[in-house]
DNA sequence: CTAGCCATGTAATCCGTTACATGATTGG
DNA sequence: CCAATCATGTAACGGATTACATGGCTAG
């Protein structure tokens, strides 16, 4: 028997985290992933509708059908025992290594073939969306600790999002070093020229 | 008329890239991949191959089959100067964002469902597999240094690995923080337990 | 002989986003 | 009246991996 088929299914973990979590529309799932884990995470309609329904069908949740005058109808699901489980048991297995991709780096990689001021602006721009980030991080933990009301995730929210803090700062600790280099690859670059190109040190 | 869709087309521009260093078959690519790019990037031969054909019937390059006795026959590609250009013109454009998922952020998040043991045992797991990476990221870079042979790109390299670093390090650090933040955790509740559960204080 | 590498390629499948369709209510 | 928000869902598409099929050569 070959080896079992390895499946990522985190949108259903992550859906069923968010049943876990006392969410209990797909609407509101939507909102919570923008809001508040849009740093780590995403969610699309696309996925969290055909879950939930998924979810049901395995056991792993209610539904019940809430009408009210006034306001569109809603779905509204719940967290079974059996679905708690299965959560826990997937939080206790080593995540898979996810194979890293990353566009800046493989275009960066490809400097060479542009001119030194694209790549510069490359890792500027770049610069800039590290320093939004972490603005915005900032944001998601001042409204975390803001109302007294504290949820009972909120050390592990605080975790991922100094996660986010650490990762970020790094990175422009790194554009600041690259850009460096770049700018000293430049002027070497104009020197050969001056010199005629033929010297070898 | 509705905005042109954007697609991302990093493959494409992956196997571009590699033609444009010389790389001349898909699975001198694949080998490529795997060894010296491994950090940032990965493609798969059902991507490779089909890419290098969609190149050609558009002109960005060219294919010649050679037949050596004693040898399995190779596709040998090769870029043209149209290909040249696109992906020069590919290079100067800001990547898109791209969203982020963190499978090991995510289950952090839930992870007041799961004992502390576990909790911690998912951040030291984490640690470990940073630190090969680093040793990895190492080996490339005296790989990189050895040989005499220095290649055009190799400064551009090289700063594709300080990136790899940086992060590592930081995400390094980071896990000390977490564990330490954890244990706290796990005390606090031991306090709790020890003190009735009613002390607000 | 057989394991492993060179080398090419395709089909199935999975994963995820985007765009669309629908419709009620609320606030300006 | 219009825009925004609440709310649900699906179809089409794009992107990527996995598994499979094929086959010759080389080294042990």
Redesign the pocket.
């Known amino acids: 028997m070959?080896?079992p088929?390895?499946?990522?299914?985190?949108?259903r973990y992550a859906v069923l985290g968010m049943l876990s979590m006392g969410l209990k529309?797909?609407?509101?799932m939507?909102?919570h992933v923008e809001g508040n884990l849009g740093h780590y995470w995403?969610?699309?309609?696309?996925?969290i509708?055909?879950i939930?329904?998924q979810l049901v069908d395995e056991g792993l949740a209610t539904c019940t059908e809430e009408r009210r005058?006034?306001?569109?109808?809603?779905?509204?699901y719940s967290i079974t025992p059996s679905g708690r489980k299965e959560l826990r048991e997937w939080l206790a297995m080593p995540p898979e290594p996810q194979?890293q991709?990353s566009e800046i780096l493989l275009k960066l990689s490809l400097g060479n073939r542009v001119s030194s001021e694209t790549c510069q602006k490359l890792i500027r721009d770049y610069r800039q969306q590290c320093e939004q980030d972490l603005a915005y991080l900032d944001d998601i933990a001042s409204a975390l600790r803001g109302p007294g009301a504290q949820h009972r995730d909120q050390p592990y929210w605080l975790m991922t999002l100094h996660h986010g803090r650490a990762i970020r700062e790094a990175e422009l600790a790194w554009c600041g070093q690259t850009l460096a280099h770049l700018r000293r690859l430049a002027t070497q670059k104009k020197q050969w020229k001056k010199e005629g190109g033929a010297s070898d040190g």
């Open positions: 070959p080896p088929k390895r499946r990522r299914r985190g949108s529309t797909g609407y509101a939507k909102k995403s969610e699309s309609y696309g996925q509708y055909p939930l329904r005058k006034g306001k569109p109808m809603r779905n509204l194979p991709r």
